[in-house]
């Protein structure tokens, strides 16, 4: 009986990864039907040649003038301790070490493209996107994309699961750097606070999905919504394309990411070969797109059957956003 257990693990798994080749190779041919991966190829190539002209011209690292300006017109109304440092955590300070990385990833790695930015009003504001890509550097180019181009400047409070700020080492890091538990509470706290908070309604559920699954987006929780009527904070709903493909997953392995205590455990094609790096970034490219503030009115405590209407607004918005994108877009990788 084991052996046919798994024996059937093998042959789903092994259907699993046809079917995601399959869809890839449907998704990216054009209309010459060029092979996959002469399509690939072309298209890692002609990233890499703008990746090497970026990083031989020097042109994608922020000014060290530039940097200080922007860290001090971040520390301007910030409610911070006698250290530096919010009831959060949060140390603006911190990010001048931080900015040399955002910098490669943003500009360099996924050569990010961001459009309306100028969207994003002052004050008060709920940032609603998309979730995707197996690890958060969805969240990560929202947020540099805010400190690094947006004006003035701003530092998005990004709402993160429990485990992740539980992970040693990196749950200070995020907390020294804006972001909080996705709690309600601290959610309002920050909204009251007129702070920028960067909300993904889909959660661990959107960020694990499997390739087949790519740009359909899971289940929107409710909460964000509540808040917003609450608080009466304005909602710019955000459409990220292209973290979708920057690590293929095949299947998550529930049974492992049980014991290892985390939402899923993406198995993508080069796991077996390469173990844990398999979960590294393609340097895929990134188009992310803003839309129109949308204001809703209302009681906050009304039923679902109420809020689920004004929450679809939102995610319609984002899915229509999404859908431009992928028009738009001549591959993966440009």
């Known amino acids: 009986m084991p052996r046919r257990t798994l024996h059937d693990r093998y042959a789903r798994f092994q259907k699993l990864g046809l079917q995601a080749a399959n869809q890839l190779q449907a998704f990216v041919a054009d209309q010459r039907e060029r092979p996959l991966w002469r399509q690939l190829g072309e298209e890692i190539g002609e ?3 703008d990746m090497a002209a970026l990083l031989l011209s020097g042109t994608w690292r922020t000014p060290q003038d530039e940097v200080d300006r922007r860290i001090a017109q971040l520390l301007q109304g910030q409610h911070l301790g006698e250290f530096g440092v919010d009831p959060f955590g949060y140390a603006p300070e911190s990010l001048r070490v931080m900015v040399p990385i955002l910098d490669f990833l943003h500009r ?3 050569r990010a493209e961001c459009y309306d930015l100028n969207r994003v009003p002052e004050g008060r504001v709920l940032l609603i996107s998309n979730h995707s890509g197996q690890l958060p550097f969805d969240g990560m180019v929202i947020a540099s994309a805010m ?3 947006h004006e003035p400047p701003r530092i998005p409070r990004t709402m993160v699961e429990k485990f992740a700020t539980a992970l040693p080492g990196f749950g200070d890091l995020v907390y020294r750097c804006g972001s909080v538990t996705g709690l309600p509470d601290n959610c309002r706290r920050l909204l009251e606070n007129d702070e920028c908070v960067l909300v993904f309604p889909e959660g661990a559920r959107g ?5 087949r699954e790519r740009y359909r987006m899971t289940a929107f929780g409710h909460g964000f919504m509540r808040l917003a009527l609450e608080t009466n904070t304005p909602i710019v709903p955000i459409a990220v394309v292209g973290a979708e493909e920057q690590t293929i997953n095949l299947f998550d392995f529930k049974m492992m990411a049980r014991l290892l205590h985390t939402p899923s455990l993406a198995i993508t094609p080069l796991m077996p070969v390469i173990g844990p790096l398999a979960m590294l970034p393609s340097p895929v490219k990134y188009r992310v797109y803003f839309g129109e503030p949308l204001k809703f009115e209302g009681d906050p405590n009304d ?7 004004k929450v679809a607004v939102v995610k319609n918005a984002i899915q229509g956003m999404l859908d431009r994108g992928l028009r738009e877009r001549r591959g993966f990788f440009v």
């Open 108 to 110: 360099v790695w996924f």
């Open 207 to 211: 960020i694990s999905k499997p390739f």
């Open 47 to 49: 990233a890499s040649q």
């Open 147 to 149: 400190l690094l181009e």
């Open 303 to 309: 039923d679902e059957a109420v809020i689920a209407p």
